[in-house]
């Protein structure tokens, strides 16, 4: 694989936003790691340790860094939270939505039922005004 094809891919795979806080937390992490890790070792030796520009540098990084880390949760968090909030009243006002709706297809439906009754009994009246009419041109023809 060229140089080329690894950079392609990387810069495929890899988004900006997870080098800023994902590696540069940690390389920073290592960088102060290493500066304070000599300062220990040779303090554990017996020799003068001081600490110097790099441990005050690389400590200031990584403090900056998981800061900067810990701030960015801590505004997720709160994003998230809000969002939770946010779904809790859009499914709250959904369900008082959905029984409104359901109530007033059981009205709808006990409308329907009474009008179907009505038209029941209209059909019922009409086929005896037939039945009458029936009867009365029989007799009228039999006579």
Known sequence: MTRVGLVKRLKAYIDPIDMVF???????????????????VRGIRGEEAKEDWRTFVSSVAFISARALVSGTQVREAVALRSAAVEMRELTREAAEEAQRREQRAAEQQERLTRLTKWLVGLAAVTLIAAIVTLAVSIVALAS
Do not use: D, K, R
Request: proline letters at 5%; a neutral charge.
């Open 22 to 40: 994902g590696l540069l937390p940690g390389v920073t992490g290592y960088a102060a790691f290493v500066s304070w890790a000599s300062l220990i």
